[in-house]
T-cell receptor
Framework: AQSVTQPDIHITVSEGASLELRCNYS??????LFWYVQSPGQGLQLLLK??????LVQGIKGFEAEFKRSQSSFNLRKPSVHWSDAAEYFC???????????????FGQGTILTVHP | KAGVTQTPRYLIKTRGQQVTLSCSPI?????VSWYQQTPGQGLQFLFE???????NKGNFPGRFSGRQFSNSRSEMNVSTLELGDSALYLC?????????????FGPGTRLTVT
């Protein structure tokens, strides 16, 4: 079945350490891929997106993600985490050809990031 | 410019009642999508409206319905509420259809069914 998987439910890092959040998808082609962040009591904010082309994409707040077709992965990274990055992170995909799902994004289960001072 | 607005922010209803949630998109946005977020099932797509027409629907029972008005504002309705309908309901708006257009999410309506 077509799906998006985030293997890590909870990750804890120290402030200043590097971060990598994992995301895998199951789909016959290359989907449109997204990373969102959700802070408590807030909606989702888009960090970055990948449609095609350069497999390393830059986003807001110093985040980047790398698309790897061979591994069906789209992992999110940040070289140095700040305490304000503590939140829940969601990987999402449009699992229709050409991003034509008409609003329907399929989300992973989310990864909660805790940052220790 | 103003973001996506959802009202009310919090709601408590009793099992068997019905509820209507409202979403005002960003000015100029014509597409509105709705999602249900629960701890167990995560974020699940409910439906999407564009130009007052439902263009896509997720796998939810017919108790969940929605509509969009000519000003792009959208409402969703849940009839005969069940305990399992307790969730955060998020709406998102975008300029156009298709994932090429970024979806901007509102803060959500927290529905509790007792």
């Amino acid at each position: 079945a077509q799906s998006v998987t985030q293997p890590d439910i909870h990750i804890t890092v120290s402030e200043g350490a590097s971060l990598e959040l994992r995301c895998n998808y199951s789909y016959g082609a290359t989907p449109y891929l997204f990373w969102y962040v959700q802070s408590p009591g807030q909606g989702l904010q888009l960090l970055l997106k990948y449609f095609s082309g350069d497999t390393l994409v830059q986003g807001i707040k110093g985040f980047e993600a790398e698309f790897k077709r061979s591994q069906s992965s789209f992992n999110l990274r940040k070289p140095s985490v700040h305490w304000s990055d503590a939140a829940e992170y969601f990987c999402a995909a449009d699992l229709e050809a050409g991003g034509t799902s008409y609003g329907k994004l399929t989300f992973g289960q989310g990864t909660i990031l805790t940052v220790h001072p | 410019k103003a973001g996506v607005t959802q009202t009310p922010r919090y709601l408590i209803k009793t099992r068997g009642q019905q509820v209507t949630l409202s979403c005002s998109p960003i000015s100029g946005h014509r597409s509105v999508s709705w999602y249900q977020q629960t701890p167990g099932q995560g974020l699940q797509f409910l439906f999407e409206y564009f130009s007052e027409t439902q263009r896509n629907k997720g796998n939810f029972p017919g108790r969940f319905s929605g509509r969009q008005f000519s000003n792009s504002r959208s409402e969703m309705n849940v009839s005969t509420l069940e305990l399992g309908d307790s969730a955060l309901y998020l709406c998102a708006s975008s300029l156009g259809q298709g994932s090429f257009y970024e979806q901007y999410f509102g803060p959500g309506t927290r529905l509790t069914v007792t």
